[in-house]
């Protein structure tokens, strides 16, 4: 069936890259990405959350649940949203894939979104920090970007020559304003890889 067409892709996928990165000519750039190879395709083990997962949504909107209670809003929220009070989660799905904020599951809080949901503009990086109800019950996130590569300290991403190859190196630092996604607006997780005290390097795991 489907199913096991799609298991047998990706097994195929896996093992093609496994040998691609076992030959001698396979450039050393990549060799020294293993790390972000073993954390794109390494098998995850099942997590417990402390709080239930929100229901799979409707036409591209994940809504509260139902008698949901609200709870004090953080500083740095209420200055992004202005509101003393709100819904919070620690998680919540949406087709399929689950989101959580960074203090519940750092992996599942690295995501890769469109810019005010503009298509036209290039995803970027951001962590997950808060996920919360609007006034009209819909559920949103609350993320802080990546910052991206200071030009000053002339750093070139090493990246750049691999356009197949979807990742990118950024700041390991992150913005410390907080902004609203929504969770139609996100591409996907990434992986991080720390490489510095000042860079990251930001590996796509969208399934597109």
Same mark, same amino acid.
């Given at each position: ?6 298991m047998l ?21 990549? !060799? ?6 073993? %954390? ?22 994940? !809504? /509260? ?16 949203? %202005? ?5 919070? %989660?620690?998680t919540l $799905? ?6 959580? %904020?960074?203090?519940?599951?750092l992996g599942?809080? !690295? ?17 997950? $920090? ?11 996130? /609350? ?37 609203? /996604? $929504? ?26």
């Open positions: 069936g489907e199913l096991e067409n799609t892709r990706s097994f195929i996928k896996a093992a093609r890259l496994r040998g691609w990165l076992a030959r001698p000519d396979c450039p050393p750039a990549i !060799q020294e990405c293993r790390v972000l190879f073993d %954390r794109a395709y390494a098998p995850k083990s099942a997590t417990h959350f402390s709080q239930e997962l929100a229901e799979d949504p409707i036409n591209d909107v994940i !809504q /509260a649940p139902d008698q949901a209670t609200t709870s004090p809003v953080p500083e740095d929220l209420y200055t992004l949203i %202005r509101r003393r009070t709100a819904v919070l %989660r620690a $799905k949406f087709d399929g894939i689950i989101y959580s %904020r960074a203090s519940t599951h599942n809080s !690295q995501i890769l979104f469109y810019p005010r949901g503009d298509r036209s503009l290039t995803p970027v990086p951001a962590s997950i $920090k808060y996920i919360y109800g609007t006034l009209t019950d819909e559920m949103l996130f /609350a993320v802080r970007r990546h910052l991206p590569l200071d030009h000053h300290d002339r750093t070139v991403d090493p990246f750049s020559m691999y356009p197949d190859f979807p990742a990118k190196l950024y700041s390991a630092d992150l913005e410390s304003r907080l902004e609203n /996604a $929504k969770v139609s607006w996100v591409v996907g997780h990434f992986a991080r890889w720390t490489v510095s005290g000042c860079h990251a390097v930001i590996l796509s795991l969208s399934r597109d």
